[in-house]
């Protein structure tokens, strides 16, 4: 991710932890619609069905209790999907579940979640934690990074299951905030834009949005407010394909995107997109 992985300025913790919540419990209200073959459905998080997903939220937020989310569970060493140390962290609460059925992990997301809303609510906002980014960040702002994550998992679940909905959630808002700072990065450094080109990104729908992102006369990558002039490329898509693409949930040719301008450079920025680890 970008040196700076987030706006300095959030919604507080209130508007945080509630953005959090909400896409929680969309989680489980949608879960609790599932079938007995939905739980074994693959997501576009390698090596995760949705069960494996809802075990992930569940572990990581034992895990944020100060619990062990996998007593004395050993990984195996054969799991292709994992990669790093980090990777085998998450990865030890979900294949500790693969055995439990699904209704037994919705129950656990629905104990772990009012225990946690319990705690937050005594969390002070200013509590200095670490963010997934590795820098130390206000609780406030970590629950950015909550809200964030459980939102794209939710999004994952509904995408493997045929049931769209909650793009608009304030998780989605909270995404935004995380993603967006990477995009000077994406272009000026693994894309490869020259000093005084520039990349619009337009989101056309739910809500149009836009962010411009300017190279310098140094070679680095901004965001600004407003174009300085015509941009060297626009890129246009809907705000699920940017997400997936920015989570690295897919690959261009996934999806649908329209580039006006330097074509080349779109292709570029496109094929360098995925932000989050």
């Not at 834009?193 to 809500?207: D, L, N």
């Not at 941009?231 to 246009?236: D, E, N, V």
Request: aromatic residues 6%; proline residues 8%.
């Amino acid at each position: 991710m970008s040196d700076d992985p987030v706006a300095s300025a959030d919604g507080g913790m209130a508007a945080n932890v509630a953005a959090f919540e909400q896409t929680v419990r969309s989680t489980i209200a949608l879960a609790e619609t599932f079938a007995e073959g939905d739980w074994d459905l693959p997501t576009e998080c390698p090596g995760w069905s949705v069960k494996d997903v809802v075990s992930h939220i569940v572990s990581v937020e034992t895990l944020l209790l100060g619990e062990d989310p996998a007593p004395g569970h050993v990984l195996p060493d054969d799991l292709p999907h994992v990669r790093s140390d980090f990777g085998r962290m998450l990865e030890t609460g979900v294949d500790a579940r693969r055995p439990v059925p699904g209704t037994d992990v919705l129950a656990e997301l629905r104990d772990v979640l009012e225990r946690r809303l319990a705690a937050l609510a005594t969390t002070d906002p200013e509590q200095e934690t670490m963010a997934p980014t590795g820098r130390m960040v206000p609780y406030s702002m970590f629950m950015v990074f909550r809200a964030f994550d459980c939102w794209v998992h939710e999004q994952d679940i509904r995408r493997a299951v045929g049931r769209p909905g909650n793009l608009d959630a304030p998780g989605a808002e909270c995404a935004r905030m995380i993603l967006r700072p990477g995009l000077p990065m994406v272009v000026a450094k693994r894309a490869g834009a020259s000093p005084g080109q520039s990349v619009e990104f337009r989101i056309i729908r739910p809500t149009p949005t836009t962010e411009y992102v300017q190279v310098g006369a140094d070679g680095r990558g901004r965001l600004a407010g407003d174009a300085a002039g015509p941009p060297t490329t626009t890129l246009s898509m809907d705000w699920e394909t940017y997400v997936r693409l920015a989570a690295g949930r897919c690959v261009p040719a996934d999806v649908e995107v329209e580039i006006k301008g330097d074509a080349e450079l779109g292709a570029r920025v496109l094929a360098h997109l995925a932000i989050t680890p």
